[in-house]
Every structure is written in structure tokens, then in C-alpha cells.
């Protein structure tokens, strides 16, 4: 979580700066694009493993809406057995050099599997940043944003202002942060007790609070998006930290827990949003910043699609 490093190949480095991580798990992915090796990617996104690597390396990663891509082939060898729906926190998405090569990956992996179906990815609600109406909270005291990772942020919302889109501060009514934040954690100890039955913990009755729990925090991302169409937010609360090899337990990251990295991330996976991580900038050391774009469920090319308009923006 937040780094790769792995005993066949050791530690994957940051290309923008060795001595830095490439975020994780899907760091290898991210490092490779952003070092030229390669032009796509596949990643997984459990704990933000897709989008903080790409934020991280300044490359583009995308977490589709659970279900969009299947999950068939991220499976060790052997006869696979139908997924189970607890399996809705963990996604597999594509990591590029740009937008668009994202909406390319996505138009031949996602869909259903079964002969006969057709799927085709949903339009995106504007084609121009001025007819957008956009959410935006850039800082949490939860898990404060660094200065450099702010500043930067705080410019890109000053460009998509600039551009005519219409834009608001603020979380949706009805997402509490904090318990959403704690609900999130929750649903991947769910998770993991799938995978490992025996070692899962709780009662009956708490699975199904926790899962009332997700499906308001849902509900309520679905009215918001009645009102607006994109929901901009900081990736991680700092650009790639350097490496840790300590513990998680005993790490730190900008003076914080290790795990806090999960913050920002956990909002869009929690209600099975899809969520991008779009590189918007530098840190006065050189550091790529992402900034997270949240869109509808099932409405990921409007993720895709802003993304790319703020790319066009930004290079003129």
C-alpha cells in the first residue's frame, strides 16, 4: 500500500525522482508509463492502488465503476469461480499517458463476457469545460493538504473557473467525510474477510449496518450528481513521499499516519463512483500533482472526457 517492492524485483523508484516512491500497488505500472516503457497499462484498485500511483508518477489512471471491467484473468492460475459481490470494492482499470488513451482501454475491456451482449461506454455529459457544473474540495482537516500540493491544486480550479465552468465548494449534503472515511475501512475489512473466511470477525447485523451504511453514502453521491457533473478532489493529501521501509504501522507521511493516504481516495470507492487521477502539475521540486475527478456511476467517459478538456485547457 502507497509503495511497490516486491522480492523477484526489488523496489520500483519514482522515475521524477529515485529516491521517491512510485505510490502502490500498481507502482509498477505508473513508474513504467511515466519512464516511456510502455504506453497502457492495467492496474487494481482496492486502496486507491490505481490513482495514487498515477497521481504520484503524473500519469493518468482510472478507477472504472465496479462491474465495467470483469475481473476475469486477475486470478491465479486454476478453474475460476463465479465473483462474488463482495468483490465491488476491488476494480481493475487503465493507466496512461493520456485521457484519451484511457476511453480507448476502457472501450475494449469493458462490457460483459458473455456471448451475445454488446456494451458501449455511455457519452459523456458535455463535450466543453464551460457547460460543466463542478464540485470541488481541495483540503480537509481530516487529511490536510501539503502547500505545494495545494497550491497547485488551487491553480487548476482558478483554470477551470477561467474556462466558464460553473463551480462550487463543498461535499454533497448527506456525505459526512469522517464516517464515510470509517466506513470505507470497514467495507475492505469486508473484503478481506471474502477472500479469507475463516479469520473474518463481526456479526451478522454489523455486515448489514455497515452495508445500509454504503448505500446511503451512495444515495446521497446520486442526488449530488443530479446538480453537478464532475467532483474534483486531491488524490493524496502530498506528492510522493520518499521511501519508508519501516512497518506501515510505524510510517509517517507529511507528518501524518500512513494509512490517512487512503483518505481522499475512499469517498468515490465507497459509493462505486468511477474516479480519475489526472496530472495537473509539479511541486516546486519537480513532483507530479493529481488531481481526482469523480463523475456519475456509470458515466466514466464524463470523467474522461473532463480530463481531457482540462488537458487542452492547461496546455494553451
Known amino acids: 500500500f502507497g509503495q511497490t517492492e516486491n522480492p523477484l524485483h526489488g523496489r520500483t523508484s519514482n522515475p521524477h525522482d529515485r529516491s521517491r516512491a512510485a505510490g502502490g500497488s500498481s507502482g509498477g505500472s505508473a513508474a513504467a508509463l511515466a519512464a516511456g516503457m510502455s504506453y497502457l497499462e492495467f492496474g487494481s484498485d482496492l486502496v486507491g492502488s490505481v490513482r495514487i500511483p498515477a497521481a504520484f508518477c503524473g500519469v493518468y489512471g482510472l478507477r472504472p465503476t465496479p462491474g465495467v471491467v470483469p475481473l476475469t484473468g486477475f486470478a491465479p492460475p486454476g478453474p475460476l469461480a463465479e465473483q462474488s459481490e463482495l468483490a465491488h470494492q476491488s476494480v481493475v482499470g487503465p493507466l496512461a499517458r493520456t485521457a484519451a488513451d484511457l476511453r480507448l482501454a476502457l472501450s475494449v475491456t469493458g462490457g460483459p463476457e458473455q456471448l451475445g451482449w454488446s456494451w458501449t461506454l455511455p457519452a459523456p455529459r458535455h463535450r ?58 470497514a467495507q475492505v475489512q469486508a473484503f478481506f474477510a471474502w477472500q479469507d473466511p475463516p479469520a473474518a470477525t463481526g456479526s451478522l447485523a454489523d455486515f448489514a449496518a455497515q452495508d445500509a451504511r454504503r448505500m446511503a453514502h451512495r444515495a446521497a453521491w446520486r442526488r449530488y450528481f443530479q446538480d453537478f457533473d464532475v467532483f474534483l478532489s486531491p488524490v493524496n493529501f502530498t506528492a510522493a513521499p520518499p521511501h519508508d521501509d519501516r512497518p506501515i504501522a510505524e510510517r509517517t507521511v507529511a507528518g501524518r499516519p500512513y494509512t490517512d493516504q487512503s483518505f481522499w481516495i475512499a469517498h468515490a470507492a465507497l459509493a462505486g463512483l468511477p474516479a480519475l487521477s489526472a496530472p495537473v502539475g509539479r511541486t516546486p521540486d519537480g513532483l507530479p500533482v493529481g488531481l481526482q475527478i469523480v463523475a456519475p456511476r456509470h458515466e466514466d467517459d464524463t470523467a474522461v472526457t473532463f480530463a481531457e478538456l482540462l488537458a487542452t485547457r492547461s496546455a494553451t
Open 128 to 185: 466543453t469545460l464551460t457547460d460543466f457544473r463542478v464540485g470541488v474540495v481541495l483540503d480537509s482537516g481530516l487529511a490536510p493538504v501539503t502547500a505545494e500540493v495545494g497550491g497547485v491544486l488551487s491553480a487548476l480550479a482558478d483554470t477551470v473557473a477561467g474556462a466558464g465552468a460553473t463551480i462550487v465548494e463543498g461535499w454533497p449534503d448527506g456525505v459526512d467525510p469522517a464516517a464515510g472515511f470509517e466506513a470505507f475501512g
